[in-house]
């Protein structure tokens, strides 16, 4: 099967690239261009999508607007790696060429169907009168780099309003499945089900989970990014809420990101299952999406930003880019809980290892003369105070503290839009590992082997780059630093 792109991709393709080329080099010399993150090469960088392991090769392909640093008609990006460190910037998987998809390629995932990579995505669509229409959507490949459209495939069903994106799809038995991000009419929140034998042909299985079902309560005007998959014996769906109100320490993001556990029965597509709980309690965490790797694996990327939370005072706007994916997390559930570790490839990038065995601080705040840097990975374990709180503080923008008397894991930084410190928190009955991923502009903080997670954007002063350590008490610890290599 021979790619054949109309006109207007090809125009498209080339606006775009000649966008990645005038810019160039003011994106390069941005002090807050990432190490060891994935990147837009110019514009909006969001969702990941379609994330696969695909004739040995990870694809993550990546919403993007390469001719401004807001949100507007979407293209695909793509990034593919063997190891899941090194990345290569591929040709633009899609452009917003075609009728049903004119407003933008927006969110979706790729399956591997008789030797091809398939593509799901939601083509937007505003008509004359300003009204939103939505567009379920096809595009197929033989070598995983260039895409034929095949148009819609799944219509706005009745019930819902235009606000109905983002299709997952996966293969159970000899049956494919998809779950889509929904509104109801009535302006609550769904996760929708669809079957199909040939994913061309889908039908319509009805709503598994959202506002109001399931004894779940009222939660949140729009379900977004849904991904539905089994772990451990279990079945996890993900989703990206919006309209949750906070709930005591939970839920202080604009919008949230997290998961339920339970058990899917598909013969009647009902969904029966728990509580929801936020996979990252940082200030920066979205649409994350998973794939199933050859080795077995679940690993997750998320979006490292909130859509319409502060992104017009991210300073790297100045120099044309915005946004960034975390790094790849595979996925563990113990006791009902989601565990995220860090996959062990990256440890290829540690380079300079310095240890501490034995520090106390005595109630001080100290400095490691070799705890510093740009790209910094740091393992920190062998806790040993159980009343003293320890404090990391990272260039005097954003500092983690935990307290053990409250039980109490905090992060703190710089806000963004204002001169004042805003804060996280998250209940942990106990710590005894941190491990922090530090990068020239993020910051991914893991606690107890990735029981809870910690992920969000800094910005400081980019020459600053200091490390401190206090307590108000007797504190010791075993640390372990390494310097982090480039991935580009």
Request: aromatic content about 14%.
């Amino acid at each position: 099967m021979k790619t054949v792109y109309s006109k207007r991709e090809k125009e498209l393709f080339h606006q775009a690239y000649q966008e990645v080329d005038k810019h160039k080099y003011t994106v390069s010399q941005d002090p807050f261009r990432l190490h060891y993150h994935i990147m837009p090469p110019v514009g909006l960088l969001n969702d990941p999508n379609g994330f696969i392991h695909f004739k040995g090769v990870y694809h993550l392909f990546y919403q993007w607007n390469p001719f401004a640093t807001e949100h507007g008609s979407k293209f695909w990006g793509h990034f593919s790696s063997t190891d899941l460190v090194n990345w290569v910037e591929e040709p633009i998987a899609l452009a917003p060429s075609e009728w049903y998809e004119k407003n933008g390629c927006y969110s979706g995932s790729a399956v591997e169907h008789e030797g091809k990579l398939i593509l799901f995505y939601t083509g937007n669509v505003k008509n004359k009168e300003g009204n939103r229409e939505t567009y379920q959507c096809i595009a197929i490949s033989e070598d995983g780099l260039h895409f034929q459209k095949k148009g819609p495939v799944i219509h706005l069903p009745k019930g819902y309003t235009a606000h109905f994106r983002d299709p997952k799809v996966w293969k159970k038995k000899d049956t494919w499945y998809a779950v889509i991000g929904a509104q109801s009419e009535r302006g609550e929140g769904r996760a929708v089900l669809y079957s199909s034998k040939d994913l061309f042909t889908w039908n319509l299985l009805g709503p598994i989970a959202g506002s109001n079902l399931n004894g779940l309560g009222n939660f949140g005007f729009m379900w977004e990014c849904p991904d539905l998959f089994e772990l451990n014996g279990h079945d996890v769906l993900i989703v990206s809420p919006q309209g949750l109100n906070p709930k005591g320490y939970f839920y202080h993001n604009l919008y949230q990101a997290g998961y339920f556990v339970g058990q899917m029965d598909y013969e009647k597509a009902a969904y029966k299952h728990g509580e929801f709980v936020e996979l990252d309690r940082g200030f920066d965490f979205y649409a994350p999406q998973t794939t199933l790797d050859e080795k077995g694996r679940r690993i997750l990327f998320g979006w490292m930003g909130v859509p319409e939370e502060n992104e017009s005072y991210h300073p790297t706007i100045h120099y044309h880019w915005i946004h960034c994916m975390t790094i790849p997390r595979k996925l563990e559930l113990k006791n009902g809980k989601i565990y995220q570790h860090p996959v062990e490839e990256l440890q290829v990038l540690r380079d300079k290892q310095v240890a501490y065995p034995n520090v106390h601080l005595n109630g001080n705040t100290i400095e490691l003369e070799q705890v510093k840097g740009k790209a910094v990975e740091m393992m920190i374990d062998s806790i040993t105070s159980h009343t003293a709180s320890i404090e990391i503080s990272f260039r005097g923008t954003a500092r983690f503290i935990y307290n053990p008397i409250e039980k109490l894991a905090t992060f703190e930084r710089q806000s963004l839009k204002e001169n004042k410190m805003e804060k996280r928190h998250c209940p942990l009955h106990s710590l005894h590992k941190i491990h922090i991923f530090l990068d020239a502009s993020s910051l991914e903080i893991f606690l107890n082997d990735g029981e809870e997670v910690f992920s969000s954007r800094i910005f400081g002063n980019p020459s600053d780059e200091t490390i401190m350590f206090s307590s108000n008490g007797d504190t010791g610890f075993h640390l372990k630093k390494w310097n982090l290599k480039k991935i580009f």
